[in-house]
């Protein structure tokens, strides 16, 4: 991964540079998507929603973690992808660091909370009849069943159990990965009628305008006002 390749250098210079960057305010950083490693991921996410039929594009900004704003049609992506330094900061608070593969993993889920809001599936009794109730109560501590067929496997944990909203952006990440031969892989599965499903809606209104077109960013990194070392403070605390 690009972010991840950063030159070696003695290590007393690069904890001059770390505390130089950690004394920062993210809302300072001259951050940008253009230009790096993440527009080519996210070029990647607009080729995969063209083979499939789809008009929509979800908009994508910079802001602390990875997440659709409620009900808003648009990617949040974490900082810390676009700048080498504070990959390298992220992997010394976190000890993980997103690959390139789980970039475009956590894309293509993110792109189908996006689609679910942008044309309002989920207020339709279709949609709830399928995937179960959106109002259902958001827990954390969810105990996923890993030999579960009702639900499809995409990103780690067995992120599609833990409430309707997930189930969806899960399956439209399977349906939209290249070559995931998904009619084969999940026939038989009870998940095969999500697939069908979101095969179905996307056919039918792939080439329509979003009926939810309200853009608002939640957290930008021009609202982060807190240092580097502030945001990491707060998540390790």
């Given at each position: 991964?690009?972010?991840?390749?950063?030159?070696?250098?003695?290590?007393?210079?690069?904890?001059?540079?770390?505390?130089?960057?950690?004394?920062?305010?993210?809302?300072?950083?001259?951050?940008?998507?253009?230009?790096?490693?993440?527009?080519?991921?996210?070029?990647?996410?607009?080729?995969?929603?063209?083979?499939?039929g789809l008009s929509f594009?979800?908009?994508?900004?910079?802001?602390?973690?990875?997440?659709c704003p409620d009900g808003?049609?648009?990617?949040?992506?974490?900082?810390?992808?676009?700048?080498?330094?504070?990959?390298r900061i992220e992997e010394?608070?976190?000890?993980?660091?997103?690959?390139?593969?789980?970039?475009?993993?956590?894309?293509?889920?993110?792109?189908?909370?996006?689609?679910?809001?942008?044309?309002?599936?989920?207020?339709?009794?279709?949609?709830?009849?399928?995937?179960?109730?959106?109002?259902?109560?958001?827990?954390?501590?969810?105990?996923?069943?890993?030999?579960?067929?009702?639900?499809?496997?995409?990103?780690?944990?067995?992120?599609?159990?833990?409430?309707?909203?997930?189930?969806?952006?899960?399956?439209?990440?399977?349906?939209?990965?290249?070559?995931?031969?998904?009619?084969?892989?999940?026939?038989?599965?009870?998940?095969?009628?999500?697939?069908?499903?979101?095969?179905?809606?996307?056919?039918?209104?792939?080439?329509?305008?979003?009926?939810?077109?309200?853009?608002?960013?939640?957290?930008?990194?021009?609202?982060?006002?807190?240092?580097?070392?502030?945001?990491?403070?707060?998540?390790?605390?």
């Amino acid at each position: 991964m690009e972010t991840q390749l950063l030159e070696k250098k003695p290590p007393h210079v690069w904890e001059e540079e770390r505390a130089e960057v950690l004394a920062k305010k993210i809302s300072e950083l001259p951050l940008k998507i253009e230009g790096t490693f993440l527009e080519t991921q996210i070029q990647r996410l607009y080729e995969e929603l063209e083979a499939k039929g789809l008009s929509f594009r979800p908009s994508c900004y910079l802001s602390d973690e990875w997440g659709c704003p409620d009900g808003i049609p648009i990617i949040g992506i974490p900082f810390y992808l676009v700048d080498k330094k504070l990959s390298r900061i992220e992997e010394e608070y976190t000890e993980n660091l997103e690959t390139d593969e789980e970039i475009i993993l956590y894309l293509r889920h993110e792109a189908g909370h996006a689609f679910n809001y942008a044309y309002e599936l989920d207020l339709n009794e279709e949609w709830h009849s399928i995937f179960g109730p959106f109002s259902r109560p958001y827990r954390d501590d969810y105990k996923p069943n890993p030999l579960s067929k009702k639900y499809v496997k995409h990103m780690q944990g067995w992120y599609a159990q833990k409430h309707p909203d997930e189930d969806f952006a899960e399956t439209f990440a399977v349906w939209l990965t290249p070559d995931s031969d998904w009619r084969k892989k999940y026939e038989g599965w009870e998940a095969y009628k999500k697939l069908n499903y979101i095969d179905r809606v996307a056919k039918e209104i792939g080439l329509l305008p979003p009926k939810r077109q309200d853009l608002e960013q939640d957290r930008p990194v021009s609202a982060l006002t807190v240092t580097i070392r502030e945001h990491y403070d707060q998540y390790n605390s």
